[in-house]
Nanobody, 112 residues
Framework: QVQLTESGGGLVQAGGSMRLSCTASGAAFTNDDVRWFRQAPGKEREFVAF????????YYSPSLKGRFTISRDNARNSAYLQIDPAKPEDTAIYYC?????WGQGIQVTVLS
């Protein structure tokens, strides 16, 4: 059983930066890949970024590449998603995912 908890969301001005965290508890984190997804109001959930278990390989949605940075710290059982610069269209609920487990999601609102 794995529990994923996102944090770090909230309000940010367009052009600013925001760093989301995803902390895992309940089981080993270091052997598994992590993904971030987001769901904007009225839209389907979409893939944002991937990082492999070691942190040495990353992949981003082509439409978002360049403004998002995914990273992880296995010693802290945590993964991160940096948004810089943020745009109003980044407003969404952001979810982290590890295998079959999902976090509860965290709201990010970018003010224009």
């Amino acid at each position: 059983q794995v529990q994923l908890t996102e944090s770090g969301g909230g309000l940010v001005q367009a052009g600013g930066s925001m760093r989301l965290s995803c902390t895992a508890s309940g089981a080993a984190f270091t052997n598994d890949d992590v993904r971030w997804f987001r769901q904007a109001p009225g839209k389907e959930r979409e893939f944002v970024a991937f990082i492999d278990w070691s942190g040495s390989s990353t992949y981003y949605s082509p439409s978002l590449k360049g403004r998002f940075t995914i990273s992880r710290d296995n010693a802290r059982n945590s993964a991160y998603l940096q948004i810089d610069p943020a745009k109003p269209e980044d407003t969404a609920i952001y979810y982290c995912n590890l295998l079959d487990w999902w976090g509860q999601g965290i709201q990010v609102t970018v003010l224009s």
